[in-house]
């Protein structure tokens, strides 16, 4: 029988949940910091996370709204919000479909909640024939879904941030950014399902994967190209360091992260 014990601790941008069943316990981490830049402006953070179980998988996800566009931030919350309900809908389907169609199912969802949730949320202000536009809503995604009966993971990603792997204390990046002439693709890009980046992998009890925006890379050495404090975080409990590392410095753009641990 399912337990679940949530925790939250150091204010409302911290999360930590623990699912248990008989054999494996899957934790789940969320964190996400509202950079200078926004504050100054007195904006919100325009990332979404997500971590949680879903059924028999445990998801994470993480948008990065794009302060350009008119509605970021909704975006943002709204891509969550449907790779939630794509893998409610499609179940393990998700793990038989080619990747090109995985791809292309998923940017349509979005796309199918940006338009059906979104545009009745705000004021027309590009019209096109009397509706906003879905470049409003730009955002990137990472995404993992794990199923925590076979522990496979199917790992998503469109966009300039990073997926990594933390196993033994060893970091190992996953997905870099995903970006064209310096430029990160959306998922409101044309045709982003043909950048979208998709592979599959079995989790380790003991590994973590965790889903980074491209603010974190602001405090993380350049010649590294990952977070130089991961090596440090002894999972379950020296996560909160981690955290506390995140409140004491200056961050210039929104910087979150997303993480699952599979023990």
Not at 70 to 95: I, K, M, P
Not at 198 to 209: D, F, L, T
Not at 211 to 236: I, K, Q
Request: charged share 25%; proline share 3%; with cysteine.
């Amino acid at each position: 029988m399912l337990k679940t014990d949530i925790f939250r601790y150091g204010g409302q941008n911290e999360n930590y949940k623990r699912k248990e069943t008989n054999t494996d316990t899957m934790e789940f981490y969320t964190y996400k910091t509202t950079g200078l830049y926004h504050l100054r402006n007195h904006l919100p953070c325009q990332d979404a996370v997500y971590a949680g179980k879903k059924g028999r998988y445990g998801l994470a996800v993480i948008a990065d709204g794009v302060s350009a566009s008119l509605y970021g931030a909704l975006g943002a919350s709204l891509t969550c919000e449907a790779f939630q309900d794509f893998v409610r809908l499609e179940g393990g389907r998700l793990f038989q479909y080619k990747k090109e169609k995985t791809a292309y199912l998923l940017t349509e969802h979005i796309l199918y909640f940006i338009e059906t949730k979104g545009f009745p949320q705000v004021e027309p202000v590009t019209a096109k024939e009397g509706k906003p536009d879905v470049t409003d809503f730009a955002c990137t995604l990472s995404a993992v879904c794990l199923d925590m009966v076979t522990c496979e993971a199917m790992i998503i990603h469109l966009g300039d941030g990073n997926i990594y792997s933390l196993k033994k204390g060893k970091i190992q990046c996953l997905m870099s950014p995903l970006t064209l002439f310096g430029h990160p693709r959306f998922v409101t890009t044309p045709e982003a399902y043909k950048m979208m980046k998709i592979e599959q992998k079995s989790i380790a009890k003991g590994e973590a994967v965790i889903l980074c925006t491209d603010g974190m890379r602001e405090h993380l050495p350049a010649e590294s190209g990952r977070p130089a404090d991961m090596n440090h975080v002894e999972m379950n409990t020296n996560i909160r360091l981690l955290n506390q590392r995140m409140k004491s410095l200056i961050w210039k753009d929104d910087a979150s992260y997303a993480m699952i641990v599979h023990w």
